[in-house]
């Protein structure tokens, strides 16, 4: 028998389908596939490897002096612009607001063929500090309502550079299905006030059949009601609305369950194209109680289609428990990147 299943945050459906199951192996990517440990170490037409850097869009780097480590950088076709002025104009049904707003790549290594799965804690930490940097000087923008950190791995995840890289985008107004999350978290703890997050996640601990790691401050798991194969949040253990609230032994200690959930989906699925986002409370919304930061990672090993366009619901024919069973399975060490 189907079954569906509700996310208890977002309210959102997704039918789990068993007569459509599939292995949670059978996601693997096949033999062919160029894995990112596999492409060339250096790529002389790449803007983002040692040497091709455009140092008039740089925005910050680390270490300030030396060879580099990490370097965040204006997107050299952004979305938004910082330089324009603000304006807003409601002319009937039509409205319309100047795209202000910032659009910065953080180039994540000086290499070209890897990516936080196959870097150390340390490097990935490196990444998450300049992450924590440039969104206080964003969000110290009045104009700034949200600021949106995300990453593409892989073509069909949307990347079109191999090179390892995330972006953070600062937009002018809060997206919609972020306010809806934010209201529906409102509700939530209205009706029982408590946070819905950190319900969610004890009850994970409790259960522990989707837990993927656990760390002294981080819990990862795969999402009861995963509207795709592999669905995956990482939940801080403190309950806290916005990553930039984060300090600095937490944000270490993410980069350790970063890199072993990474590390797990690389080597057991054989580095899967997939994103990576971290949501965090809008600007206006960082003095709430209701909202809880966290991480969702989603492997994009499914194509959407015409129902989930329709009803924006999905249809995952994989158990999310299997999936979690199967990550667990995977034991991550030194040698990374094996095809064993
Ligand atoms: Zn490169
Ligand atoms: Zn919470």
Redo the contacts with the bound molecule.
Sequence with gaps: MPELRQNLATKEWVIISTDRAKRPQAYAQPEHYVLTHEQVLHDLTCPFCVTNEELDLETARWPSFGPWQVRAVVNKFPALMQQEELSRTFDGASRRISGVGYHEIVIEHPHHNTTLALMTAVEIEAVLEMYYNRGWDIRNDPRIRQIVYFKNHGEVAGASLVHPHSQIIGLPVVPNNIRQRTEEARRYFDDTGE?V??VMTTSEREKWERLVSVTEHFVAFVLYAAPTPFNIWIMPKR?SVSFMYTTLEERSDLAQILRVVLQKLYQGLNDPAFNLVVRSAPVKEMGNDYL?WHLEIVPRLSQTAGFELGSGMFINPTFPEECAAFLRGVVVGERVGSRE
Excluded: Y
């Design positions: 946070c997050f950190c309950h809880h």
